[in-house]
């Protein structure tokens, strides 16, 4: 199975070298992923800091196109509510969402996140560092 790597690994694996074995075995294996909204949150800061090869690297993990489907979006987050998952933001429910059309799960550390992948039925990376 394959995973969108959230921002908040990709960030401590770069800058700390944390998940570096979860991470690095995504890499190898061809199924680590990401897509636009990750890319928008990671490379800003990035271009400001002038870490070309952090964002070279970005370019070169597999892209899944975003197919927004709002009313989907509008549909989880009424869930979320409903079983009190209540710290989530549009994005993050949009990154969810991008995982189930691709039948791949989300690796992250976000905790609010991992309760949104246990109630939409998307596969969590868990594993320590």
Not at 66 to 81: A, G, P, R, V
């Given at each position: 199975m394959g995973y969108i790597v959230d921002s908040n690994i990709w960030i401590e694996f770069f800058n700390r070298g944390n998940y570096f074995d979860s991470v690095s075995g995504l890499l190898n294996d061809n199924e680590a992923y990401i897509n636009?909204?990750?890319l928008a949150?990671?490379?800003p800061s990035s271009r400001a800091k002038r870490e070309e090869e952090f964002i070279e690297c970005l370019y070169g993990i597999g892209l899944l196109?975003?197919?927004?489907?709002?009313?989907?979006?509008?549909?989880?987050?009424?869930?979320?509510?409903?079983?009190g998952i209540n710290k989530l933001g549009l994005l993050?429910?949009?990154i969810a969402q991008n995982a189930k059309q691709n039948n791949v799960g989300i690796f992250t550390m976000n905790r609010h996140m991992i309760l949104l992948c246990k109630l939409i039925g998307v596969g969590c990376h868990e594993q320590g560092t």
């Open positions: 636009r909204i990750i949150e990671l490379i196109e975003l197919y927004t489907d709002w009313d989907e979006i509008i549909e989880i987050q009424y869930h979320c509510i409903k079983n993050d429910i949009a």
